[in-house]
């Protein structure tokens, strides 16, 4: 069994930062592909960032040049650094990974951008 623990979500002024955090446990053998998807109310679920194993990295076009995604290898962990917060980036984020065994979602953090 994989779990993936989410955090740093939050309440946010416009302009403001947060950081988000994905770590995945359990039975992984492998961690390939990590990302960050979001889903705003009454949205589907979109991409935001993914990263492979080996660092190159995506963005959506809305987030490119305020958001950063990073991992940690060693601990199976997945970084979103969110910077120049705007309110349409209110949602809820979901982390996913790839591994040997198969994909795997986060249960969401939610991040609201308002003054």
């Known amino acids: 069994q994989v779990q993936l623990v989410e955090s740093g979500g939050g309440l946010v002024q416009p302009g403001g930062s947060l950081r988000l955090s994905c770590a995945a446990s359990g039975s992984i053998f492998s961690v390939n592909d990590m990302g960050w998807h979001r889903q705003a109310p009454g949205k589907e679920r979109e991409l935001v960032a993914g990263?492979?194993?080996?660092?190159?990295?995506n963005y959506a076009d809305s987030v490119k040049g305020r958001f950063t995604i990073s991992r940690d290898n060693a601990k199976n962990t997945v970084y979103l650094q969110m910077n120049s917060l705007k309110p349409e980036d209110t949602a809820v984020y979901y982390c996913k990974i790839y591994s040997a065994y198969g994909m795997y979602w986060g249960k969401g953090t939610l991040v609201t951008v308002s003054s």
């Open positions: 990263i492979t194993r080996g660092g190159r990295t």
